[in-house]
């Protein structure tokens, strides 16, 4: 339309029949927007109109046009600018003598009033764009939007739900912007620009459609989209493997592909999944080859297919845990100790069918393993350990759980060859204090527990807290030759002690008394099962111990309910353990979760 006003019909027909011969640039106003846009979004102040009409006539072809368009950018914002642009003064006066307007003479379906309602002048013509569509539409960055049809911004199903992607689809494609009013012709440049804040796809939220009301009213799930994909994997790694496989990944194509992202099966639980079988565990070995970590515990249909599968195919597992799979052999554990070298932790206790040649396994082909645990497994013995101890100098961590085949020799053994030795146990093992002694070469010791030893006596256990200066855990409990010197030895030696366990234990008030008078650090005393402790003991030990915390008495039947609660309310920093006070707790946190008497009644 532009040109059909600046221009004569034969210059067009000529330049059109050369741009088909060759295509170039055309010599229009600003070499961009036809001249009507630019009377449209131009904002310039007003200017001496004759000397742009003087220019005109002086000049011709380009340099005429560059000239008009400087007229152009620097003052046509009005209509009355316009007429006076186009008509010589004579024709105007003929014009405004009949009550006329020049848009009269132009289509009203081609130009209207509202197209001069004039928005802020742009800086630099060279952005200016014929925004004749969503002039305030920004170009977003792509995202993944969830998978379901959307049909002219509705779901296929003809429904739309409030804040469901799908009802944002006037806002995701582009719309045209409705013209508003001519009442609005008016309004000043500021008040017909669209905000940050309004819709993207209308300057004005009265003219929006109602999805995007809707939207902007209602909260987007699809936004969560926007987020960078680093933070969308932090958010999915506290998901388990159930709820990121059967929930988060049939969400969309997206989240599907980040639910599949390598972080994600680097380390693998699957413990207490019944239906996990060994085609589950070959479909993972033939897809991801950077396992470091399995945990099978409980999954009683893997056999030992399943594991050796993937042990071949992960040669830098770190981690296998496998409790209770009783139906595994040594086969299993023996392909993983030769396939996979970096290994250095093992858990695989309650297995019946393991026994002392995987240990060998083991020792012979991981140096660096450092946590083992074998609890239960009832065919192991002081060979295999023995194996294990010289070949993996670098252990840390030692468990044993009555494995009765288990004598001094093994500790010994562990003692000897791995100074690095940090926690040990031998619960319920046929383990002397003979053998016991030899853990006072551990320097590093932090934790022991020496529960159910058939012969530990107390002068063994006294050296031990002597020497082993960073003792922080020692647990005695089960054992009825511990008595109350030891107990005041242990709260004396123990500088760095903080948990003591003297459960069925053959002490009295003044074991508990001299804990609270000598010791400074110890925070944890269990000292259930132990008949001969009194409502006395319970008060000096909390009266005289600064460094308390916990203080089991459960089934210590001389101490009366009555002093509990007194001391509960006296000393709160203090957590009290008895039948009642447990039972107490235990309602409190219900009732904090919501749980009511009437409603259990009730169901």
Not at 200 to 209: A, G, K, N, V, Y
Not at 289 to 301: K, L
Not at 382 to 408: F, H, S, W
Not at 451 to 475: A, D, F, G, P, Q
């Amino acid at each position: 339309m532009g040109h059909l006003l600046s221009k004569n019909g034969h210059c067009l027909k000529k330049r059109s029949r050369k741009l088909r011969r060759k295509r170039r640039r055309r010599d229009c106003f600003l070499q961009g927007p036809c001249m009507l846009c630019f009377i449209v979004h131009t904002g310039a102040e007003s200017f001496e109109g004759d000397q742009c009409f003087e220019s005109r006539h002086r000049t011709g072809g380009a340099a005429a046009a560059t000239k008009l368009a400087e007229c152009y950018a620097a003052s046509l914002g009005s209509p009355d600018d316009c007429a006076e642009f186009f008509l010589s003064p004579g024709e105007l006066a003929v014009w405004e003598g009949q009550g006329r307007s020049l848009l009269s003479a132009v289509p009203a379906k081609l130009v209207g009033a509202p197209l001069f309602c004039v928005p802020t002048a742009t800086a630099d013509y060279a952005e200016m764009v014929c925004k004749r569509k969503c002039g305030e539409l920004q170009r977003a960055a792509p995202c993944k939007q969830p998978r379901c049809t959307i049909r002219d911004g509705r779901p296929e199903g003809g429904g739309q739900e409030r804040g469901s992607p799908a009802s944002a689809g006037c806002c995701l494609q582009p719309q045209h912007c409705p013209l508003p009013s001519s009442t609005d012709s008016g309004e000043s440049p500021a008040s017909s620009t669209a905000t940050p804040e309004s819709c993207c796809c209308c300057s004005s939220s009265s003219s929006c459609p109602a999805s995007c009301s809707d939207v902007s009213e209602g909260v987007d799930i699809s936004r969560i989209n926007h987020l960078p994909s680093s933070i969308l994997l932090k958010v999915f790694s506290h998901l388990s493997v159930k709820e990121r496989c059967l929930s988060a990944s049939l969400v969309c194509k997206y989240w599907r592909d980040l639910c599949l992202d390598f972080q994600f099966w680097k380390q693998i639980d699957l413990s207490g999944l019944q239906q996990v079988k060994d085609d589950l565990l070959v479909k993972i070995a033939s897809r991801r080859q950077n396992v470091t970590e399995i945990n099978i515990s409980d999954c009683r249909n893997v056999q030992d297919h399943g594991v050796c599968t993937l042990a071949s195919h992960c040669p830098g597992l770190l981690k296998y845990t496998a409790y209770r799979c009783k139906q595994l052999s040594d086969l299993s554990l023996c392909t993983a100790a030769s396939c996979c070298p970096l290994l250095q932790k093992v858990h695989v206790g309650n297995q019946d069918k393991l026994t002392d040649h995987a240990l060998k396994q083991l020792g012979e082909h991981c140096p660096e393993l450092k946590d083992v645990h074998f609890g239960q497994c009832y065919n192991i013995s002081d060979e295999g350990l023995m194996v294990l101890a010289k070949g993996c100098p670098r252990l840390q961590r030692i468990y044993m759980q009555e494995n009765k085949l288990v004598t001094d020799r093994s500790v010994r053994a562990f003692a000897e060859n791995c100074p690095e030795l940090q926690f040990v146990g031998f619960m319920g093992c046929s383990v002397t204090s003979q053998g016991v002694i030899h853990l006072t070469r551990l320097r590093n010791l932090s934790s022991l527990d020496l529960r159910h030893i058939s012969e530990l006596n107390n002068e063994t256990v006294m050296e031990v807290v002597r020497k082993c200066r960073k003792l922080s855990s020692l647990n005695l409990c089960l054992n009825w030759s511990i008595n109350d010197r030891c107990v005041e030895i242990i709260a004396k030696e123990g500088r760095s002690l903080k948990e003591l366990y003297l459960v069925s234990c053959k002490i009295t008030d003044y074991a508990l008394i001299a804990i609270g008078q000598y010791s400074s650090t110890i925070e944890t005393v269990d000292a259930g099962w132990c008949k001969e402790i009194t409502d006395q003991g319970a008060t000096q030990i909390a009266m005289s111990s600064k460094s308390l915390r916990y203080l089991g008495l459960m089934r210590c039947d001389k101490v009366n309910e009555e002093t509990v609660e007194r001391l509960v309310v006296q000393y709160p920093h203090i957590v009290f353990s008895t039948v009642m006070q447990d039972c107490k707790r235990t309602l409190e946190r219900a009732y904090q979760m919501g749980w009511s008497p009437n409603t259990s009644t009730a169901s």
